[in-house]
């Protein structure tokens, strides 16, 4: 064996030893967290933090941070979906178009107010749910991903060419509304309405992982023959993902709505759809404390890095595919057994 | 047999993939207490059969009968809560779960505690091997005690029936034995199997009928012994 073999065992050897003590502080903060006194005040002291961030920190900042806490609602929604049923879906933006567009037709054209506009949101998102969910009820992986991807347009450019959905300029000039008498009109406001949404979508979502229900879609997407074999109607619980999934974007949908005050068919095109789902993938699929941080992850790693330039869109791209190559499980570390 | 009464019956049963004729119509019956097995080369529509009851793949014409009900155009969930249990082939336990979760997926419309962790005890007990391995990976387990697993998946649900397709595929003759042995120790204390298998030979020493298909047509049918002894039949399955 030549030196530089010899060099290069040695180094192999030195990755793998400072692999193994990785894992090793990895699930030592683990066994940590099993102790509930620790977790409940780790969770305590991060929501007090969060709640008093924007008093803190510039308007840019909690702007930023509004927009990841919206992103933590959408990629917890898709999650469902992707990540615990298991089905590949390219269109969820589709799923806050119908939000936003209820919601932004409602207040505008018939002066309903927004608090009332979210319960026809939600039985929007129940509709469009199902409009995805029952035509791909046989279909799988990446015959699915087709589908919604095609759904996904569907939903935009139908928004485009209705006189309903105000074409291509879409609904401008939507009122924001009033919550116990203070309109609805700071950014932070706002701040506070999405950190509200993602705490519970994250308690929802973790609620639903552990239900019958989340076990449901653990077995079909581990196999979805033999779960069928096995006496697991297969029919509502893919229904179901796609129903809850969707009604998590649609709610968001309908805030953003009355954050942006103007929304159009760009606002909801394929490349919104694939960065929910690159959030999800980046952060681990399934995995709830990952998706939230691959929402994270998206939404500032282009937003501290614009003193690059516009190579940082570059440069995220391949500090992506690095990253699922050598990890395609996602960011969040697991615990190994 | 009759005396016991029809458990599961199939008339004239027809099912296609697409273009393609599976079964031609397929007619027969399976006895309380018994076993059956359906023997037939590759492609001979045996899985098809298993497939069709158990509603996975849906019968373009005639009927399934389970307990004098027609059972053939319902959903996979309901026919496997009236007790039907299909074990597919191949096994197809998941192999990311536990032993003891692949276990409970079986008992999934159970909502009684108390009445899983009996059953799952009783799986144990008649799978010792799984026992020492109930936290283990299904995926890691061997051939033979994948098919275990298979099978005690199947019996939490407390079958009156059960379709077994295959379960000797891949294992070696020592593990054959100690399936099939398996197999009629669940015959005996009650209940109802229909068999699927290319082993004829083993299949044969314990059923107590047969069917023979051939591209989807039933051929021949009767007792496992008379059938055993059958020119045709030794030489097309059994290899003499």
């Known amino acids: 064996m030549s030196d530089k073999q010899i060099n290069l065992q040695i180094a192999a050897t030195q990755v793998t030893a400072i692999q193994k003590k990785i894992q090793s502080v990895i699930d030592k903060l683990f066994d940590l967290l099993e102790n509930k006194k620790i977790r409940y005040s780790i969770y305590a002291v991060s929501m007090a933090a969060l709640f008093y961030l924007p008093q803190k920190t510039s308007m840019y900042v909690t702007e930023i941070m509004t927009n990841v806490w919206f992103h933590v609602v959408v990629c917890l929604g898709l999650n469902i979906i992707v990540g615990f049923a298991g089905l590949l879906s390219l269109g969820y933006a589709a799923f806050f178009a119908v939000g936003a567009y209820t919601s932004g037709i409602m207040i505008l054209r018939y002066g309903i107010s927004f608090w009332l506009t979210l319960p026809v949101s939600v039985l929007m998102a129940v509709i469009a749910g199902l409009a995805i969910g029952v035509p791909t009820l046989r279909l799988r992986s990446d015959y699915l991903a087709i589908v919604t991807l095609g759904f996904g347009e569907m939903v935009r450019l139908a928004a485009r060419n209705m006189a309903i959905t105000g074409r291509a300029t879409g609904l401008v000039g939507i009122d924001r509304p009033a919550f116990f008498g203070i309109t609805m009109n700071k950014i932070a406001h706002f701040y506070y309405a999405f950190l509200i949404m993602a705490v519970l979508a994250t308690i929802i979502s973790s609620r639903l992982q552990n239900s019958r229900l989340g076990r449901a879609w653990r077995y079909i997407r581990e196999d979805e023959d033999a779960a069928e074999a096995m006496g697991i109607n297969t029919v509502a619980v893919r229904l179901y993902a796609f129903i809850i999934g969707s009604v998590f974007g649609a709610i968001a949908g309908s805030f953003m709505a009355i954050k942006m005050t103007a929304i159009s068919p760009d606002s909801f095109t394929f490349t919104q759809s694939v960065m929910i789902l690159l959030a999800v993938v980046l952060g681990g699929m399934g995995k709830i404390p990952g998706v939230i941080l691959g929402a994270f992850i998206t939404v500032v790693f282009p937003e501290i890095s614009r003193g690059i330039g516009q190579y940082r869109m570059l440069i995220f791209g391949v500090v992506l595919m690095v990253l699922m190559i050598y990890r395609p499980q996602g960011l969040w570390p697991e615990r190994e057994l | ?240």
């Open chain 2, 1 to 240: 047999m009759n005396e016991n009464g029809t458990v599961l019956s199939l008339e004239n049963l027809e099912t296609w993939y697409g273009q393609i004729c599976a079964l031609r119509g397929i007619s027969l019956d399976v006895y309380r207490g018994e076993i059956v097995t359906l023997l037939g080369s590759n492609g001979a529509g045996k899985s098809t059969t298993l497939k069709t009851i158990s509603g996975l793949v849906p019968a373009l014409s005639g009927k399934v009968k389970f307990l004098g009900e027609d059972i053939t155009n319902s959903m996979p969930h309901s026919i496997v809560e009236m007790g039907v249990i299909h074990v597919p082939e191949g096994r197809r336990i998941f192999r990311d779960l536990t032993v003891t979760e692949n276990l409970e997926i079986g008992s999934f419309s159970l909502k009684d505690n108390a009445e899983r962790k009996k059953r799952i005890e009783k799986v144990f007990e008649t799978f010792p091997a799984l026992a020492d391995r109930r936290r283990q990976m299904g995926g890691l387990l061997s051939g033979g005690e994948q098919q275990m697993l298979a099978i005690g998946r199947a019996m939490m649900t407390d079958p009156k029936v059960l379709l077994l397709d295959e379960p000797s595929m891949g294992l070696a003759p020592v593990l054959v034995q100690e399936i099939m042995e398996i197999i009629k120790n669940l015959n005996e204390e009650g209940t109802t199997i229909l068999l699927v298998e290319q082993n004829a030979k083993v299949a044969l020493q314990l059923a107590d009928r047969g069917y023979v298909l051939e591209t989807g047509e039933i051929v021949m049918e009767g007792d496992a012994d008379k059938l055993s002894q059958d020119d045709s039949i030794v030489k097309a399955y059994l290899g003499h």
